[in-house]
């Protein structure tokens, strides 16, 4: 079955849509609001699930290429003890790792698909409006303009336009009370680990090294939603200056200009289903989840490619978004459940008693048990796209 298709957003979820149904030969139009992406100059985690869907995608080698595997770390207190490893030695014994990417690996972001790598018509400033699904073919209106597809993504991120237009009594995205700061720091920082965490009370510090020595870190704080600072190094500064090494020293390696700051919304509430008609709903847009595990843009792959085998396979097109909701909503909302429970788990604890328990019981738990923890949610077979 050939046809044409209309995604709305150009993140990593549209994207790599646009990357699965060309492969199966599919004329695919990605529409994307914005000339940037918001998360340029941030760098991604991916966990082995979303190298297999990379892999499926036909793109899992360049990805590979600009990213490093993340082999050796862990959590720690903020005085540097530490609460649990997470190495590749570990991983190995989990018996859900990629061999030869035990525990995914982290790039750029700038290093992902973006609208040149492809090969669909990418148009940065278009909005991809109100939905309008006759018979047979979804018209997606633009302000003046309209596109008519045979089927519609909505890849249109947490604050989903048209999620709000096919769904209109579902609350949609909450703040789930964290704030992140992250940076890419300007230049290589001594690392005695791939990646970590650490956390302390009502925060939390971590890091992940890149490929040519630098690291991005990211720090995440309780706060109340909107909040800005004008001097945010200076903010971080205060609040983690005297926390374990490397941690001054990444904030002593990053300039002022290099700061992101977003609000973490999520979908509390999960979607009833990511399927209306000939409409998809994907990646943030389906099941925006807290980034507590590395999943979000994981998750938005594998609905790509899962997306993209429905299409392929299903007797009709009509019949697609519905296969694919099967597949996709029992997988993806679990994962968006334990990430917010991970979330609590981990910085968002703040009361001293709770914070020594949860220690305690991270210090006690075989190392194995933990990265199990963390890894089962990688234990995803790609379809094969051909
Ligand atoms: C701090 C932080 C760290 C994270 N770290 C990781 C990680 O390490 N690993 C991981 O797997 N996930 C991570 N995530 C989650 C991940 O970033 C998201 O899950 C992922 O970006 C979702 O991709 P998406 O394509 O669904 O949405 P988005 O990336 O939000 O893309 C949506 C796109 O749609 C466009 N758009 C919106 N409305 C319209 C419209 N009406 N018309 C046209 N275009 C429109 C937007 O401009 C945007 O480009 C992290 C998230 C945060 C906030």
């Given amino acids: 079955m050939r046809g044409t298709a209309v995604v709305v957003g150009g ?10 149904l060309r492969r199966i030969g599919w004329e695919t139009t990605v529409v994307e609001r914005a000339a940037t992406p918001a998360d340029a100059g941030a760098g991604i985690s991916l966990h082995a699930n979303g190298l297999r869907a990379l892999d499926a995608l036909g793109v899992g080698a360049a990805v590979r290429a600009a990213a490093r595997p993340q082999y050796t770390g862990g959590t720690r207190t903020p005085a540097g003890g530490r609460l649990a490893r997470m190495d590749g030695a570990a991983r190995a014994r989990t018996g859900h ?25 990418g148009r940065p400033g278009d909005r991809g409006g109100p939905l309008d699904a006759g018979p047979g073919r979804v018209t997606v209106t633009m302000g003046t303009a309209q596109l008519a597809a045979d089927l519609v993504v909505a890849a249109d991120g947490v604050g989903s336009r048209l999620r709000g237009q096919v769904f209109p009594d579902h609350p949609g995205p909450v703040y789930s009370g ?6 890419i720091t300007a230049h290589p920082v001594r690392l005695s680990s791939d990646f970590e965490l650490t956390w302390g009370p009502g925060a939390e510090f971590g890091h992940i090294a890149f490929a040519d020595g630098r690291a991005e870190w990211h720090a995440v704080l309780d706060s109340p939603t909107g909040v800005r600072h004008s001097d945010p190094l200076g903010v971080l500064r205060r609040r983690f200056g005297d926390w374990h090494d490397p ?42 989840m807290t980034p507590h595990l590395g999943q979000g843009a994981c998750q938005a792959l594998e609905d790509a490619a899962t997306l993209a085998a429905a299409v392929a396979d299903a007797p009709t097109v009509e019949a697609a978004p519905a296969r694919y909701d099967a597949e996709r ?30 220690n305690a019981a991270l210090r006690l738990a075989p190392s194995r048990a933990t990265v199990r923890a963390v890894l089962r949610h990688a234990d995803w077979t790609a379809p094969n796209l051909g």
């Fill in 11 to 20: 993140g990593v979820g549209g994207l790599a849509t646009a990357l699965g």
């Fill in 97 to 121: 790792t990629d061999r030869r990417h035990p525990a995914g690996g982290t790039a750029p972001r700038a290093a992902r698909g973006t609208a040149t790598a492809v090969p669909a018509r």
């Fill in 178 to 183: 964290s704030t992140v700061l992250r940076a």
């Fill in 247 to 288: 941690i001054p020293a990444l904030l002593a390696a990053t300039g002022p200009e290099a700061v992101l700051h977003h609000d973490i919304h999520e979908l509390e509430t999960p979607l009833p289903s990511f399927a209306a008609g000939r409409i998809a709903f994907l990646g943030d847009a389906a099941h925006a």
């Fill in 329 to 358: 909503r029992p997988r993806a909302q679990p994962v968006a459940r334990a990430a917010r429970q991970a979330g609590r788990m981990g910085r968002q604890l703040s009361h001293p008693v709770a914070v020594a328990v949860r």
